[in-house]
Structures are given as structure tokens and as C-alpha cells.
């Protein structure tokens, strides 16, 4: 598979402060890639050099293929945390303004706002003027604005602040449908149950460094604690604490602690042999917040 981007030990300093400190990732095409990291991690930074809004003093990036030039943000569309909408212009307008300036013909970007627009049930909202809309609805508005000139790479920083259970899962069914039409994707979140949804791989990025990255299976089952968690029936043999630490206890269910590299199956075996009636047997992996807490706390400086 190749790769839509590639960051090769990239560094950008503003005055003393490094912000990004010889950083290196690859995103394949096709993929949605999450990248993670507390505030002031640098990932701001980071995604300012990929869209070309700053250079950085060090390494090299690169897109489809070729070093990041002028005339790539065209293949880019970038959804900022901060929204940048203009406020007293009308939805209609906006969009082609934007469309426009993103290299489509005045027609071409009439026909993709009013395809998105009724794709998000919001074409009869054309003449509003953008402040006249809820925060929700602006969101959408921008995220219209983010994808209407087809990018081959798509960057999303928090693409769902502020919309409510059923906008947010619209948005999230649209994002998967670009991606199966071959969209490249970077997912910007600290909402590590959405990326643990919507990411194959991930970087999580701290103090400027990259401090973990892989395939999101790969990463949960690296930082497993051999935790299990069972519901049984009946009563629980009086040997099962000498076999197992119990960490969790509640009626007819716990998780207790295996020993590590001892597998699944091992456990269930012994299990069995015990005489535990099992109703259900699971692996506890942890998640992606767990990780990212263990990880960024055991990065943390002593105070």
C-alpha cells in the first residue's frame, strides 16, 4: 500500500520552544488515521506544516508522493477545531465562495453545495444567513466547506464539537463513505471512544514527540494486562482466589488477573478444571483512553 503522507523527522521551533521535535509518520492511502495527544502536545503545530499554513525548520513532508509544495492544499481539506465561518454571509453563498477559492468553477461548486447540502438535509437553509444557524448546523456548514473540491487527504481536529447524538452519527456515516471512496483521512480527537470507532492506525503525539504509534488491534493487545472478566453460575469454588487475584468482584460476575502470556484459552481450561460454571468468558483489553493516560502519565516529567 502506498502512502498519501509521509513525515520524515520534521522540527519547528517557535523561538526556544520546540513544539515538534523530529516527529516521523506515515499514513497510508485509504486509511483513517488518528492523531492524539494532550493539549499542547504539538499536534497543532504538526498539522499547520501539512497544510502548508507554517514550514518546518527541519525534515521533510511528503504528499502523494511528492515533497509538500504550493498547490497542494488544493488536495487538502483541513476542518480546525476553530471554526471560521463569516458570519453575516448567506449558506449559499459562502459555499461557493469557498468552493471557488478551492480551485472549482462557479457551477461545479453550486452543484457539490447543494448535493451536500441535501445529503445533510440542510438545502433549504441556502439563503440563511450563517449566524441565523445553530452551532450544530454551522458545524455542518464547515464541514461542507472542508470536503466540496473532493480532497485526497482530509484532516478533521475535533469534527464533532458541538453537534448533537444524531448529527454527530450523520457526520460520522458520511466520513466513513468518503473513506470507502478512497478519501486518506487524519482524525484529530480526545475522544478516545471515537477513534477506538473510527481509526485503523494512530499516533499519539507528547511534548512535541511522537510516543506511541500502530495499528489501534496492535496497540491494545501490546498494552494488555492479562485482565479477564467472567460471569458464572452458581457459587464460585473456594479454590479460584489461590488460582486467580479477583480485582473486581460484583453478583455472579468479576474480573480477576492471569498470569501474564498465559492465553485465553489456558485460563479457560483452567477454569473448567476448578469447576466454575461459566456463563460468559472475555479477555479484557484495555482501551485507547487507558493507554493514552498510562502512556502520556509515564511521559510526564517528576515533579
Given at each position: 500500500?502506498?502512502n498519501i503522507l509521509e513525515i520524515k523527522e520534521v522540527v519547528k ?27 499542547g502536545a504539538g499536534k497543532t503545530s504538526l498539522i499547520r506544516m ?254
Amino acid at each position: 500500500m502506498t502512502n498519501i503522507l509521509e513525515i520524515k523527522e520534521v522540527v519547528k521551533a517557535y523561538g526556544s520552544k520546540i513544539a515538534v521535535d523530529r516527529v516521523s509518520l506515515t499514513v497510508p492511502k485509504g486509511t483513517i488515521f488518528g492523531l492524539l495527544g494532550p493539549n499542547g502536545a504539538g499536534k497543532t503545530s504538526l498539522i499547520r506544516m501539512i497544510t502548508t499554513i507554517t514550514r518546518p525548520d527541519a525534515g521533510e513532508i511528503i504528499l502523494n508522493g511528492e515533497p509538500l509544495h504550493s498547490d497542494h492544499p488544493r488536495q487538502i481539506g483541513y476542518l480546525p477545531e476553530e471554526r471560521g465561518l463569516y458570519k453575516k454571509m448567506k449558506v449559499g453563498e459562502h459555499l461557493l465562495y469557498l468552493g471557488q477559492l478551492k480551485g472549482l468553477s462557479a457551477a461545479a461548486a453550486k452543484e457539490a453545495s447543494e448535493r451536500w447540502l441535501e445529503k445533510l438535509g440542510m438545502l433549504d437553509r441556502w439563503n440563511q444567513p450563517v449566524e441565523a444557524l445553530s452551532k450544530g448546523l454551522q458545524q455542518q456548514v464547515q464541514f461542507i466547506a472542508t470536503i466540496i473540491h473532493e480532497p485526497k487527504l482530509l484532516i478533521l481536529d475535533e469534527p464533532f464539537s458541538g453537534l448533537d447524538p444524531v448529527n454527530t452519527n450523520r457526520l460520522k456515516r458520511e466520513i466513513r463513505l468518503l473513506n470507502e471512496q478512497g478519501t486518506s483521512i487524519i482524525f484529530s480527537t480526545h475522544r478516545m471512544e471515537q477513534v477506538e470507532e473510527i481509526c485503523e492506525d494512530i499516533m499519539l503525539i507528547n511534548a512535541g514527540q511522537n510516543v506511541l504509534q500502530g495499528a489501534v488491534s496492535e496497540i491494545r493487545e501490546r498494552y494488555k494486562q492479562y485482565h479477564f472478566q467472567l460471569l458464572y453460575q452458581g457459587e464460585l469454588p473456594a479454590a479460584f482466589a489461590e488460582h486467580f487475584p479477583i480485582i473486581e468482584q460484583g453478583k455472579q460476575s468479576l474480573t480477576f488477573a492471569g498470569k501474564e502470556n498465559e492465553t485465553a484459552n489456558t485460563i479457560l481450561r483452567q477454569l473448567l478444571q476448578l469447576g466454575v460454571q461459566i456463563r460468559s468468558f472475555t479477555e479484557v483489553l484495555p482501551s485507547l483512553n487507558d493507554i493514552f493516560i498510562r502512556t502520556v502519565g509515564a511521559a510526564a516529567p517528576a515533579s
